[in-house]
């Protein structure tokens, strides 16, 4: 099953935070985020596994709550290169396959 | 260190033909993943390939198929194909061990007309 994104866009100013969201209905092992932007391919971000890790990748972190099997990006200080469409992939433990939400799109203006 | 390469970018097909598509994984990497993403939309599993064997598949009917090679490259296969089949065909490799980094390809863009 899908986990769900939101919000589904966000725009943003140079310098501004913003939070994108990722929740599931299922148990999850694991969860992943990439950045796709307009005509290429999807680019890993990080990954976070069961336990709540928190990971970082530049100004970009994230944080899982396996007790609500949710996941939220922090983009802090946006850059113009963050924008493009953020997608969670969420891994339950029995499975190989990443779920995908819907997406979300950031546009971060100058 | 050469990544995820797909060939081909871009194919034009008609209703009913059938296609193959191909991807060579990462340097290292040994488990190839293929996705379908409609325009739009996050991709969605289509099945994955680790020791030449089809390792779990999503929900896909079986006018999809594939295949692994001894040198871990992939082929995914369409038969019977229906306009429904456009869309971005991304595959992603990875390691079997951990499966945690997935690496995309830039993808093959099919278009069914």
């Known amino acids: 099953q899908q986990p769900v994104q939101s919000p589904q866009a966000v725009i943003l100013r140079e310098g501004e935070d913003a939070v994108i969201n990722c929740s599931s209905s299922k148990a999850l092992y694991s969860v992943h985020w990439y950045r796709q932007k307009h005509g290429e391919a999807p680019v890993f971000l990080m990954i976070l596994l069961k336990g709540g890790e928190q990971k970082g990748h530049e100004k970009i972190s994230a944080s899982f709550n396996e007790k609500k099997q949710q996941s939220s990006l922090y983009l802090t200080a946006s850059q113009l290169s963050y924008s493009g469409t953020y997608f969670c992939?969420?891994?339950?433990?029995?499975?190989?396959?990443?779920?995908f939400g819907a997406g979300t799109t950031v546009t971060v203006r100058a | 260190d050469a990544g995820v390469t797909q060939s081909p970018t871009h194919l034009i097909k008609t209703r009913g033909q059938q296609v193959t598509l191909r991807c060579s994984p990462k340097?290292?990497?040994?488990?190839v993943s293929w996705y379908q993403q409609a325009l739009g939309q996050g991709p969605q599993f289509i099945f994955q390939y680790y020791e030449e064997e089809e390792r779990q598949r999503g929900n896909f009917p079986d006018r999809f198929s594939g295949h692994q090679f001894p040198n871990y490259s992939s082929e995914l296969n369409v038969n019977a194909l229906l306009l429904g089949d456009s869309a971005l065909y991304l595959c992603?490799?990875?390691?079997?061990?951990?499966?945690?980094?997935?690496?995309f390809g830039p993808g093959t863009r099919l278009t069914v007309t």
């Open positions: 992939g969420t891994e339950g433990g029995n499975d190989y396959k990443l779920s």
């Open positions: 992603a490799s990875s390691l079997a061990q951990t499966n945690y980094e997935q690496y």
């Open positions: 340097s290292g990497h040994d488990t």
